[in-house]
Every structure is written in C-alpha cells, then in structure tokens.
C-alpha cells in the first residue's frame, strides 16, 4: 500500500484566497483524522471522521475551516478565505478502528501552507 | 483536554549518549503513544503502551509507562545520528504533547 497521500506537498497563496488540501486514506481504513502543525501550537486536532461521518470537528478553528469525506477513499480540508496565520503544516491521518479500541495512525507527509 | 508535557524540549546530544525523555499529564491514561517524526515527514508510531508499569523495548528504544498511568518515558540507549527527530506522545483523543527534538551529533 502506497500509505497516506496527501496532496499538493506545498501550497502558497495569497490571503483571501480559498485553499483545498486533499487526502486519500490507506484502503481499507474506516477513520481519518485532519491535523495542523506549527511551532507555536504543536499538533493540533482539527477533526476526525469515522465511517465518512464527522465525529468531532471542535479543534476546527473558525468558520472559515470545512471538511468534508464524500467517500471511504477521499477527504478535503477546506480554508476560504485563507489568512497568514494559517499557514502551518497540515497532515492527515489514517486508521482502522476496531473493537479492541486500538488507534494506530498513520500519518501522511503533509501540505506546507504559506498563506502570503 | 487531557494535556501533555513533554521535557525536555529540545535536546543535543553525541552520538553514542544515552538520553531519557518524558510526557507526563495531571491525568491518568488509558493508553499512551510515542511517535518519531521526521524533517518533512509525518509522524510514525513506535509504540503504544497501555498497561500501568509496563516496558516495552524496541531495539535501542526503552519505553516505560508509569504505574499510575499519568506518565511515560523514552530511553534511548547509544543514540545514533538516526534517531534525530521529534519525539511526540499521545494520549487519547487524539490529544499529543509539544515533542522533544533531538539531534544527534556524529
């Protein structure tokens, strides 16, 4: 399996612009998480989907923030507009979550965000 | 939020030092996971630990949960230039600390 691809590695783009970062889950794998990165706040959170149904989206930062799962092999994370002070590293992640309650993410290499 | 604090926060050592870092929390968890990430990379899991005491070991890499649940460690016995990275634990939810960078000098 190819992993976690995430999609573009790097994007810069002027503030107010909308930004679409994509992300394709291991096949097979029932629960995708969205993080943002950055010196300040560390890894952070922003939401989590299971079955393609959002489960908890409260590390979402604004309104500004949306994502979406269409189906079990697709994701975006969507900023519009964007601002300077979200650019960040984004990852996505991907995991089978069974019974026995194990969380084993794998993550993607991540989309660098300049928001200019 | 079950918060996570990592120390030291930034580390540099020689290589073939031994070197110990720590997460700890104010509550207690079910589970805990270190991961490594690397320069342009993700994060990749190296263990996850569940059971209060337990030690687990992975090569060079000694990973300890505390009894109580509240606190783990990493050793890393002779570290090697390819160990540099962002050590970072998680707990549940999702929830990770701030990590240790290491570096390791040859």
């Known amino acids: 399996d190819a992993g976690v691809i995430q999609s573009p590695r790097h994007e810069v783009t002027e503030m107010g612009q909308e930004v679409t970062l994509r992300c394709k889950p291991i096949?097979?794998?029932?629960?995708l998480f969205w993080y943002r990165q950055t010196m300040m706040r560390g890894l952070e959170l922003l939401i989590y989907?299971?079955?393609?149904?959002?489960?908890?989206d409260s590390g979402m930062p604004e309104d500004r923030f949306s994502a979406k799962m269409p189906n079990a092999s697709f994701s975006t994370l969507k900023i519009q507009p964007s601002e300077p002070r979200d650019s960040a590293v984004y990852f996505c992640?991907?995991?089978?979550?069974?019974?026995?309650?194990?969380?084993?993410?794998?993550f993607g290499a991540g989309t660098r965000l300049s928001v200019l | 939020t079950q918060l996570l604090e990592q120390s030291p926060q930034f580390l540099s050592i020689q290589e073939g030092e031994n070197l110990t870092v720590y997460c700890n929390s104010s509550s207690v968890f079910s589970s805990l996971q270190w991961y490594r990430q690397e320069p342009g990379e993700g994060p990749v899991l190296l263990v996850t630990?569940?059971?209060?005491?337990e030690v687990k070991k992975l090569k060079r890499l000694t990973f300890q949960f505390g009894d109580a649940r509240k606190d783990s460690s990493l050793h890393i016995t002779a570290a090697q230039p390819g160990d540099t990275g962002l050590y970072l634990c998680a707990g549940a939810r999702s929830t990770f600390g701030d990590g240790t960078t290491l570096t390791v000098k040859p």
């Open positions: 096949s097979g794998h029932n629960s």
């Open positions: 630990v569940v059971t209060g005491g």
């Open positions: 992640a991907s995991s089978l979550r069974g019974s026995s309650g194990k969380n084993i993410q794998y």
């Open positions: 989907f299971n079955n393609n149904v959002p489960i908890d």
